[in-house]
């Protein structure tokens, strides 16, 4: 397959937008340096972002008392930050990524966004793209001279083999396990057996864990009807098997509860879970839908 080549992925207009952003925290994270983020050093020149609405387990340092004596509902702050962090962004490298070019192209972009927005925010950034383990990583990137490496690192990056979120959460713990901060995921999460307890061992290490959804129009809205000869792309023998409207309506059941399984088991975590349908405009992905997801403010 052909894919794009992500060396000028944006246009300048975007960029500049994209520069105004940030990622957003829940938790507070020690750091090293001063850079634009709240530190575990509270009251010393934060500034504020965004609230979201309050989740059992946020920090209670962090809820809006104004907006409750308004409202009588609970909110949490969302901070610019004032010292570094540590951001890791997953991408999932595994077949079933590429099933199409634009899926594949979308959620390379995605990541090279969100690397972008790290960058210039002088966070530290760790690439690492995961298979049946980790399967490529970049050596930690910060400042905005990273970006081209970043870019270079994600056109690299191929789509192959299956999918063991198990086996990577053991590769991330045993190469960053004592660290701390924000890890992102960017997968179609096929691997519906291992990704909870996958999910489960981040989280037990401090890990701020985001989940980005990706999936395509066919896969979310399948229109074959009739005999058809399906492959599974992470492996498998081909079978032929007969599509009809009551099978597509069961697909179709079977994938938004997984899909809700997921949100719901990352949100009950405290993390934050963002379904991205490969066909959404990258602006309106980044600019819209991450932000409403408290992801970016």
């Known amino acids: 397959m052909n894919h794009t080549d992500l060396q000028q992925p944006f246009d300048s207009v975007f960029l500049a937008r994209l520069e105004k952003l940030h990622l957003c925290s829940r938790k507070i994270f020690s750091g090293r340096i001063n850079a634009k983020h709240v530190s575990r050093k509270l009251g010393t020149g934060t500034e504020f972002a965004d609230h979201r609405p309050y989740a059992p387990g946020d920090d209670l ?37 590429a099933v199409e070019n634009q899926k594949w192209d979308f959620a390379r972009k995605l990541a090279a966004a969100i690397a972008y927005i790290g960058l210039y925010d002088m966070d530290r950034i760790f690439l690492l793209g995961f298979t049946e383990g980790i399967s490529a990583k970049r050596p930690v990137l910060r400042g905005r001279r990273g970006v081209m490496q970043a870019l270079e690192f994600l056109s690299s990056l191929h789509a192959a083999g299956g999918t063991d979120f198990l086996k990577t959460s053991k590769d991330f713990a045993a190469m960053h396990g004592q660290k701390e901060g924000m890890v992102i995921f960017v997968s179609d999460f096929l691997d519906t057996e291992g990704v909870h307890s996958a999910l489960d061992r981040f989280f037990s290490m401090g890990f701020e864990v985001l989940a980005i959804h990706v999936i395509t129009p066919a896969e979310l809205e399948p229109k074959l009807l009739g005999e058809w000869k399906l492959v599974n792309p992470e492996g498998g023998k081909p079978y032929t098997a007969h599509l009809s409207r009551q099978t597509l309506a069961r697909y179709k059941k079977e994938m938004a509860s997984c899909g809700d399984m997921l949100r719901r088991h990352i949100s009950a975590r405290r993390g934050a879970y963002i379904r991205a349908i490969s066909s959404t405009k990258i602006e309106d992905m980044i600019l819209k839908e991450l932000r409403a997801g408290h992801l970016l403010a």
Do not use: G, H, P
Not at 61 to 80: Q, S
Not at 85 to 90: A, E, P
């Open 61 to 97: 340092r962090l809820l809006d008392w104004n907006i409750y004596a308004r409202t009588e509902k609970l909110y949490t702050k969302l901070f610019r930050q004032e010292e570094d962090r540590n951001i890791f962004v997953l991408m999932d490298c595994s077949s079933s990524m």
